[in-house]
T-cell receptor
Framework: KQEVTQIPAALSVPEGENLVLNCSFT??????LQWFRQDPGKGLTSLLL?????REQTSGRLNASLDKSSGRSTLYIAASQPGDSATYLC??????????FGTGTRLTVIP | GAVVSQHPSRVICKSGTSVKIECRSL??????MFWYRQFPKKSLMLMAT?????????EQGVEKDKFLINHASLTLSTLTVTSAHPEDSSFYIC??????????FGPGTRLTVL
């Protein structure tokens, strides 16, 4: 069964700093990988989606990479802002059309 | 972008009562809808997958008689928590899948069972 792990579980950085969130998965047979943002008590907002054939995707200050063979993905956030504070979840899609979610990284950006 | 709504956003009920949560895709038709449960500071766990007009497929460990799922139309799925108990208190999130690459998530429903 696919297992998705995110490190660190929590991260606190000063405003303006660049940061990297890590995601690893045990089964490399994935269809795609997504990064989501979840604000407290709220649903999920999709940030980036990387197909299994792709290496990275970029959106504004966010860059996500995927190394499928090693079962790893990173989310890079440039010039962090207090508004970036949230929990970030990665999820991998298998052929069963299901998303397996990671445990999340809770990010706090300090003004 | 595609919008998925959930109602209610928050519900408090007494132990032993049943609670129904609605999930609607507002501007698209969803061939498949998923129901997830999220405990505090934990990740989302898939409870069941439902396709319009057919019975839901439940994940291992999820009681189908306790969590009744109905997907009567391409825009509406409901989750009914029957005879709710305090341990059922959680954040329930639905998502809709159109067959493309992306699932669209609802805003979630916070259930508190007293």
């Amino acid at each position: 069964k696919q297992e998705v792990t995110q490190i660190p579980a929590a991260l606190s950085v000063p405003e303006g700093e660049n940061l990297v969130l890590n995601c690893s998965f045990t089964d490399s047979a994935i269809y795609n990988l997504q990064w989501f943002r979840q604000d407290p008590g709220k649903g999920l907002t999709s940030l980036l989606l990387i197909q299994s054939s792709q290496r990275e995707q970029t959106s504004g200050r966010l860059n996500a990479s995927l190394d499928k063979s090693s079962g790893r993905s990173t989310l890079y956030i440039a010039a962090s802002q207090p508004g970036d504070s949230a929990t970030y979840l990665c999820a991998v899609r298998t052929g069963a059309n299901n998303l397996f979610f990671g445990t999340g990284t809770r990010l706090t950006v300090i003004p | 972008g595609a919008v998925v709504s959930q109602h209610p956003s928050r519900v408090i009920c007494k132990s032993g009562t049943s609670v129904k949560i609605e999930c609607r895709s507002l501007d698209f038709q969803a061939t498949t809808m998923f129901w997830y449960r999220q405990f505090p500071k934990k990740s989302l766990m898939l409870m069941a997958t439902s396709n319009e007009g057919s019975k839901a497929t439940y994940e291992q460990g999820v009681e189908k008689d306790k969590f009744l799922i109905n997907h009567a139309s391409l825009t509406l799925s409901t989750l009914t928590v029957t005879s709710a108990h305090p341990e059922d208190s959680s954040f329930y999130i639905c998502s809709a899948f159109t067959g493309g690459d992306t699932q669209y998530f609802g805003p979630g429903t916070r259930l508190t069972v007293l």
